[in-house]
């Protein structure tokens, strides 16, 4: 084959492919708030949800954060983030994950605080996104039903999106959710003896 | 079994955890840069690289981005990321996906553009992280050779991390790297009928 046959059926694979993307893009008309799940053992979970809160507030948009495991928060995140002033709130509620406290107790009342400024939050008409960092592990570890979980973010304003991060997410809110992603590891460095290291992992 | 007994369960279940975790933790000494790569056909692969530049610009580090595929590019992360000034460069290179170019010739050639801008930053002390965002699909489409991309990833300087995103990751890709996260698709709005939104596809 010559090299403008080669050209030719390159030109032609892709005028396909671009026919039916643009034929999936037409098909979809409704704007609403999505609710998001990423879930999964892999890294990149939160990371993801920071990037979308990034971009959202590149569009003039205002975000709220709310961290269900992290407490004591001062990472990387928090500092860039500062930068945008009042459009961004950040709430980390956590007391460590729950290997850290030891204390059932304790996990469910710190739960139960976040989830207060969470349903807050869901109300709000101003407020783009809404991120439930870690929810998926007060979930599972049951310091707080589903029921009570979905009921709320099904009743937000209905531009809203909101966004719920952790590994092991639950059956009923994967089903409940527009969007999962799953984050799985592939390959990981702290096999190789690499430590955590200042903006990568904190 | 009473209250007591449970709490004292749970107490013993996650300090169990609790010292796996710090032991592994303490094993983990070596520092340096890491090669990661975010593959797979799921939402969140360049978000979350986004995600960690975020991270990084709150360490006061210095970050580049090179865009393979994405070019023109007005999205919510350009505007975000203008309020960190010189700290970050931003190169959208590529031209669009390739079945909107449909022309091969053409997109060999804006890959080298933007592979010669990465082996710039490839190069430099002074950055602490390299994104080059979408690099697989112009690996995977042969715009560029796997070898040249692992060798100049392969001879940054020790503490600068490089993370590579995009679909279909070549094999040699993922061996080469220290980090491999591959986001699956579980669950898409799309096909709900709901189209792409600002700040949360763009």
């Keep these: 084959m010559t090299a403008t046959a080669d050209e030719d059926r390159y030109r032609e694979k892709m005028a396909h492919r671009k026919a039916i993307q643009d034929e999936e893009v037409a098909s979809k008309t409704e704007e609403r708030g999505l609710f998001a799940v990423h879930t999964g053992t892999g890294k990149g979970k939160s990371t993801a949800a920071f990037g979308l809160a990034l971009r959202m507030l590149g569009r003039g948009k ?7 495991i992290k407490g004591a928060w001062d990472t990387g995140e ?9 459009m961004v ?8 994950f729950t290997w850290e406290t030891q204390d059932r107790t304790r ?17 709000r008409e101003d407020v ?3 991120i439930l960092d ?3 592990i007060a979930l599972r570890y049951d310091y707080i039903a589903p029921e009570r979980v979905l009921a709320s973010i099904a009743a937000r304003p209905k531009m809203q999106h909101v966004w719920v991060t952790g590994r092991n997410a639950k059956q009923a809110v994967i089903e409940a959710a527009d969007l999962v992603t799953e984050m799985t590891l ?3 460095h702290f096999k190789a003896g690499v430590k955590a290291q200042e903006g990568v992992e904190f």
Excluded: M, T, Y
């Design 134 to 136: 870690e929810l998926n």
């Design 186 to 188: 592939v390959k990981h």
């Design 78 to 86: 928090r500092h860039a983030l500062e930068r945008f002033g009042d």
């Design 62 to 68: 205002r975000i709220v954060v709310v961290q269900f």
């Design 128 to 130: 783009a996104l809404v």
């Design 107 to 123: 996990d469910i009342a710190s739960c139960e605080r976040a989830w207060a400024v969470a349903e807050l939050a869901l109300k």
């Design 89 to 96: 709130e950040w709430h980390a509620l956590g007391e460590g």
